[in-house]
């Protein structure tokens, strides 16, 4: 008999449960559990050999775990994979390019393999090709395709049965600015449609624009899961509850930064105050009112501040700060 999790007001459209894959000796994931909610995009991310691929396809059913479990939509990936499939969609990092396959066949065929019929399968095309902007491209064959190309009809064919769930692996990889912008809009737009996506991918800046959280792991361990500012407060050790309103300032003055560091300290108004590279940060309320009223002040005292701005936490300091550079 099949197992699936017990509902739940919001039950998570992904559901990784303590997953451990070995590869010989290795232990490519280890006890990995995290969860993604419907609607919601989370980045993947960790370095080489992390174990982010195998979890992915773990998820998709090409592989399977040698302990714990993994459920799409309340669907064990064990124990019900037909389920799986038809609500998920799964774009690889790479795949194959089949010689004088056109594009509109390569879709046909995947429509047809999950038993789309007659108007149904016509209708599921055409919105993989308007959504993909690729009606100018039915007749090519897909092995003359650029790699920006190659990527909208994977993706296309990963949307042809209108699933739930995407799972991108490195979908940006390898492509040209406007491709990876475009590629961008178009996962957007899959979130405002309700569908729940887990991307991996290395061009860090662009993954924190479009998600909502993500989840980091190394040697095949989950180090973190959150928005970018929960893990960099954590990272930080900053945990306490009157640190959850706080954000990164960063103040530029003429002349001596340490001036400014000494008389920041010197009222109390500010937390982890440090002079770094002739730039003052310190954490401060996340309170446009209270930053307004720092900044008279600073000027009333005679400092000469030059710029006066809140530091937006980057994924790349997050990464860095979480990770040790550890491979296996």
Known sequence: MSQ???????????????????????????????SVMPGEVVGFIGPNGAGKTTTMRILSTLDEPDEGDAYVDGFSVINDPDQVRFRLGFVPDAYGAYPAVTCIEYLDFFARSYGL????????????????????MTDKPMNGLSKGMKQRLCLGRALIHDPTVLILDEPAA???????????????????QGKSLLISSHILSELAEMCDRVAI????????????????????????????????????????????????????????????????????????????????????????????????????????????????
């Not at 390898?174 to 899959?190: C, F, H, S, T, Y």
């Not at 959150?226 to 954000?247: F, M, P, W």
């Open 4 to 34: 699936t999790i017990a509902p739940t007001l919001k039950q998570p459209a992904i559901q990784i449960n303590r997953l451990t894959r070995y590869f010989g000796p290795t232990r490519a994931v280890n006890q990995l559990s995290f």
């Open 117 to 136: 019929k007659g108007r149904q399968r016509i209708e599921a095309i055409e919105h993989v090709l308007d959504f993909t902007h690729m009606h100018h």
């Open 174 to 192: 390898g492509l040209d600015p406007r491709a990876r912008i475009e590629l961008k809009e178009m996962i957007v737009d899959l979130a405002k």
């Open 217 to 328: 792991i190394e040697r095949g361990e989950l180090l973190a899961s959150g928005t970018v500012d929960e893990i960099l407060r954590k990272s930080t050790g900053l945990v306490e509850d009157h640190h959850a309103n706080l954000v990164s300032v960063a103040v530029e003055v003429t002349g001596d930064p340490n001036v400014a560091a000494t008389w920041l300290q010197e009222q109390s108004v500010a937390q982890a105050i440090q002079n770094k590279n002739g730039i003052v940060e310190f954490l401060f309320e996340d309170l446009a009112e209270a930053r307004q009223q720092l900044l008279r002040r600073m000027v009333d005292a005679g400092l000469p501040v030059c710029s006066f701005s809140v530091k937006r936490r980057s994924l790349e300091e997050v990464f860095m700060n979480v990770t040790r550079g550890n491979v296996q």
